[in-house]
């Protein structure tokens, strides 16, 4: 048998595969290990939704807020994605009113 390497494309890990379709990656357990990502709007640890109440027309949102909990790189792509219209920045509703 080949030794073949394998590469997931959910959490990027690397390893020498005992058989030749593995179930899931050892690192992540993911069981679509060979299919790409899919969460477009997440980066940083923070995933941008898209409010069903919003006049946006499924175009995500994000408050200055969220921007500011999000790395510096995250930020500087945000900002371009702002300007370039593909994100609306939102102002916080406050739930009292």
Do not use: Y
């Not at 299919?35 to 499924?58: I, V």
């Not at 371009?80 to 009292?96: D, F, T």
């Amino acid at each position: 048998m080949a030794l073949n390497s394998l590469f997931c494309k959910k959490c990027g890990h690397t390893w020498i595969a005992r058989c030749e379709n593995p179930k899931s990656c050892p690192h992540c357990n993911s069981r679509n290990w060979h299919k790409p990502k899919t969460d477009k709007g997440c980066w940083g640890g923070f995933c941008m939704k898209t409010s069903p109440e919003s006049d946006n027309k499924g175009i995500p949102e994000i408050t200055q807020e969220d921007l500011d909990h999000i790395s510096p790189l995250h930020q500087i792509i945000a900002k371009e994605l702002i300007a370039a219209g593909k994100i609306h920045l939102i102002e916080k509703v406050s739930a009292g009113g």
